[in-house]
């Protein structure tokens, strides 16, 4: 038997269908090619130098050598921590963490120490009454990301590694955010044991959910508003220096917007139940296809610039002072473009940015990012359906003067308007930015203590990265001062590390150098103007 | 400390930017409006009836009565089947089932059994010799699809459930195809035991990789080709009643595509090893923005009309034999969408399509579906990173004369076309529909079987769905018939089942029927001029 399609037949006529396909494929590729971001304006050339600021000239020898002197005890205190899972996404380990931190904070000498129920994972608040004239807020976090594939030892087994940069710790949490953490209480633990008190009062007020972005820190800081707003400074202890033991000291944070998107089946069409085969797809509508319609409304073919009406709108041109920072940034990380390539792992950056020019889309722009995506069968071999729902995860960095809110209803609004009713936007959750001036006393203070371990940071108006410190610049009105020198890699990627014992030669901080600058940083702070 | 956003400064200039997302937004919503598919066109108004085929006369009350005394135990037969878990995805279980489906037919009686060597899953090859004038091919799938969330009773327990429509066998295969295949052994089962031996011999060709879309069964066919061409027709049993009891003949099958499109950072940017903190979106291509923005150009923002040029080209205008098939089922079938949307779970089809159009839409016309696509963290909780890899499934269902590998060369030179030099498309599996006649006497012989059990099917001239029977049509040159009394629902969805006893009253048939009917139809074979 033959087939009919053997017989003569006519083709459909798709004359006019052809030319709608063809006039549709222009626009789109021209813009593809011309649409780029709003362009950061510079007004001045001048850079901000963090070397003129005098090196810190305390010396607190006795310290030093208890540090020196418990090193090996020290390294054990980080993989305790990093050993205990905390993984605030999946709800593994939370409790436990929580209750390390507070009882690690009690054995310091913390004689108010707290965990503080939360909606959420709870935070941990402890104070250490040291009788001084001045206070410091220590900004913890205890939660870590899921670990992913592609680990080459246990994510939580607290494994010592050799690396290409020395004996690293390399476990989730060994950088972001526990390794420097736990390596601030070692360090405050030798000047207790050495001098017997501290020379500041210490706030620490921990989250257990900075990875869900924060979501119910406010509620911590409810409880203790009033106390923490008579502080003096707020400090987060982080590894900050990079593979090749420059440091950037930023001033600030983008916001962050977290966003789900979902198309599913209901009155407007497609499968509400269940899936369906996928042969009815010829009949009926596919909430896989709404979902990828209408994200990719949202950016340009590339996926680069956002389009969304309005979305850059609220974004305010830098201050001189953050050029200035800006542009001593672009100085010191002159021709580092490509180390920064091979760390991340990319061939090109967009636009085939270089210097300020990258350091200006990095810093002062805003983000679309997809997060994760997922619809249908998702396993080994295929399954031919039609899903009945899609979804999308996106998060947005925000920059000055953009709020969380204000960004979401854009996009809600921008949905609407090209047609996508269907597909649901809710907000998973969100912060503003913050900003910290680089003239503030603290800034002064942790600047000199770098400049005497010979490391003058770049002072970067901000980090890309997004955390919940305007809390602390915004509602409590506090300077806020992040890191110290010690390096580590990874974060939210498999192999995440911190540098314990860096290789002959190196500029990079081994941990007892990280530690000491914690003491020195407590001893500028309590010194300060 | 306040925010340095306090201070007054400039927004960005915007406004060339705005005006071009402007000139964008205007062609895309004009276009989603007014694209659709091509238009079928029919050219005559006649329409084919079935039941002016007389009803088959013969009567086998021997091998009626065996089958009613039998009935517990065909039921076990069926429960035994649906039980050896057999996932084609999975590799779960399959030599198992391919073991079980040959000592079946050795216990029937068929002398020559092998199992099949195969890139991928064994076929089962069996013969019965009846030492008679015609041979039967007997095509099988024993694979299922995976189960999915959802279910009511354990997807592989084998459980008899009380439904709406009566007492039905509830499991993964059900009717998706152990069910209604082994209904057909039942009835070989007791012609034989009645009779002696069979009226026709059989050549069954069963493969385990239907839901992988049949990569190597051609192997299968490869080894028997001379002997199955010598043979005088296909069958495939199958439960074509549907939840009224009405009976639809497809006369052919829809082609399949299935390829995945993937997109990954490289050369052209975006992380290439793993994934990355998201804030780093600021500076680095995405491949999951790629992918989405690669996949929306494929169809209309609605998902329902395919953009990829030439995508329609390939497609004949229905025959008038086709055309009067079709008329034949919108007059069957008229005012039954409401049950349809029903049985789908739908609230409405694509452009309200009703009567002849929908039919002509599901029939007539090729798809592209999106079956999964995944990228980045989908797990619990959020995970802010930039994935390195994102992928979607498609599947494409081909009408004549579409062939997989020309719809394939559209899709990639189209995303060449438009710039997606950086998203691989890779073929996964695909093949050609095929086409019976409505003229051939074995679908004569199948009608009039029908017609004897009140049932006059509406002959359609192709399933939506896709099957690799080009090879029977096209390799073979065999004629092909579908399918018996007997309802079944819920193919590649949860909680699939087969109906066994219908509650009283039902148009639809029990186990007892559907086995009579198998009976019927090998007698009536025999008997085909």
Redesign the interface.
Known sequence: ?????A?S??????AA??S??????V???V??Q??RP??V?FTTDEAFDAAGIPPYEGNHDEVYRHIEANIADHVKQLQRWVRQQSV???NRGIGEMAELVAGDLRQLGFKEVALVPTNGHPGVFGFYDAGAPRTLVIYMMYDV??E?T?WKVPAFDGALVDHDLGRVLMARGATNQKGPERAFLNAIDSIIRTRGKLPVNLLVVAEGEE???SPNYPQVIDKYEERLKKAHGVYFPMNSQDGTGAVSLPLGV?G?L?AELEAA??????????????????????P???L??A???L?S????TI?V?GY??????P?E??QRLANGMARASAGREAAMRKG???????DE?SGRD?LA???F????????????????????????V?RA?L?S?LV??QTPDEQLELIRKHLI???FHDVAVRK??GYA?????VE?PIVAASISVFNKYGVTPSVAPR????APYYIF??RL???MVIGGIGHGSG????NEYMVIEPRPGSRIAGLADVEKFYVDFLYAFAAMK
């Not at 991340?344 to 967009?350: E, H, K, M, S």
């Open positions: 038997m033959r087939k009919q399609s017989l037949l006519s083709k459909l006529s798709l269908f052809a709608i396909v063809a006039a549709l494929a626009p789109d590729t813009l593809a011309a649409v709003p362009e304006r605030s996404a999946q990301q899921p992913e592609g990875e869900l972005g983008k962050i977290v089946g209901g009155a407007h069409g497609g499968p509400k139940n269940a899936e369906i085969h996928s042969s009815l797809k010829a009949i009926v509508d596919s896989a296809w709404r990828t319609q994200l990719a409304t950016t073919s590339d996926g680069n389009l009406p850059y709108d609220a974004i305010r041109q201050t002072a953050e991340l792992g990319v061939d090109r950056f967009i940015l990258l889309r990095l810093l722009t805003t983000t679309i990012n997809i997060n994760g995506i997922w619809s249908g069968y998702t396993g080994e071999g295929m399954k031919t359906i039609l899903p009945h899609a995860r998060d960095r000055p003067d308007a090209r047609g998973i959750s930015p913050a900003q910290t001036s503030t980090l890309a990265g997004s610049t915004d009105r506090l300077p974060a939210h990627a498999p």
